[in-house]
């Protein structure tokens, strides 16, 4: 017999919102389509701290709900050719340290976590107007091509190795696969390009959910733009929005009303204070449009070496 009944749906499906910020799984990423030379790689390592609300049904008597997230982000990237393409593999490991904290029910209650989340792996391919080129014929390609555009598709997987306990209503990990189609195109004119990518977030289910539950999760569809300015030496800034919606979820195949609609928007720069490296900083705010959900800061630094 399912240890499930209506009243804890309610609380379960909320509280699920605050196991992990990227719940919803949506992001605001620039530059994701750049075109390199084949055999290029990049070993990189960021800090990202969010802090925010979060806003529960009235009916579950969760007030002042807060979180603050750490993260320590490690990854690599490898450039390659397919088909005389230019393929692009991404790794990103997630370290995470978090503290949630309001009132149920009137008494304060606070959760802390730390462990790592779970890693995503990405891969992408730029199908036109980025032939798979080595460093001398990039350069070439660059400097007698100051209009151009690049398209390109991409499947991200986030992979369940996270830190996951079924007797746990926040935890670091999700236990289960999310996978994420893209597709993108940027238009380049001299310093200025134009970025846009559409996202479908598709989640498998979670059997192993709090109290024994299964949790499924209807798909959530995300687009998002950019606006990128380069400077020399190295130098870009850049500013972008998106907007996402979906994600509803249901557990042992009840119905929750919790469909998502987020918007985010940021701004981020970046410089190379040596010969094949790179820091950049981002502001990236999220807004929930739904009454469920979360408004979050982010501010995210990260160094990246290239080879």
Do not use: C
């Not at 990405?122 to 460093?135: E, H, I, K, V």
């Amino acid at each position: 017999m399912s240890r499930f009944s209506p009243a804890p749906l309610l609380w379960v499906a909320a509280l699920s919102l605050a196991s992990g910020i990227d719940a919803a799984a949506q992001d605001l990423e620039p530059r994701r389509w750049t075109h390199l030379p084949v055999g290029t790689n990049i070993v990189g390592v960021g800090y990202a701290y969010t802090s925010g609300e979060l806003q529960f049904d009235p009916v579950l008597r969760i007030e002042n709900a807060r979180v603050g997230l750490h993260t320590i982000l490690a990854s690599y990237n490898r450039y390659f050719s397919v088909a005389d393409m230019t393929a692009r593999v991404d790794l990103q490991v997630p370290y995470q340290r978090g503290t949630w904290d309001g009132l149920l029910n009137g008494v304060p209650t606070t959760v802390r976590r730390d462990g790592f989340g779970d890693p995503r792996i990405r891969l992408s391919m730029n199908f036109y107007g980025a032939p798979a080129m080595d460093a001398e014929e990039f350069r070439d390609h660059i400097r007698n091509e100051d209009e151009r555009t690049i398209a390109g598709v991409a499947l991200a997987v986030r992979v369940p190795l996270g830190e996951y306990n079924d007797d746990k209503l926040i935890n670091l990990g999700e236990n289960r696969f999310s996978f994420q189609p893209q597709i993108g195109v940027v238009h380049i004119f001299g310093p200025w390009s134009i970025e846009a990518t559409a996202s479908l977030f598709a989640y498998t289910d979670n059997d192993d959910f709090f109290g024994g539950n299964r949790l499924e999760q209807a798909p959530l569809y995300a687009i998002q733009m950019h606006v990128v300015r380069t400077f020399g030496q190295g130098w870009w800034v850049s500013a972008g929005s998106a907007y996402g919606r979906g994600g509803r979820t249901e557990i042992n195949g009840t119905a929750d009303d919790d469909v998502k609609s987020n918007l985010l928007y940021g701004a981020s720069a970046g410089m190379s204070p040596a010969a094949g490296q790179s820091i950049s900083l981002m502001y990236i705010r999220h807004d929930a449009l739904s009454s469920t959900g979360g408004d979050f800061h982010n501010i995210v630094l990260t160094w990246a070496i290239r080879f």
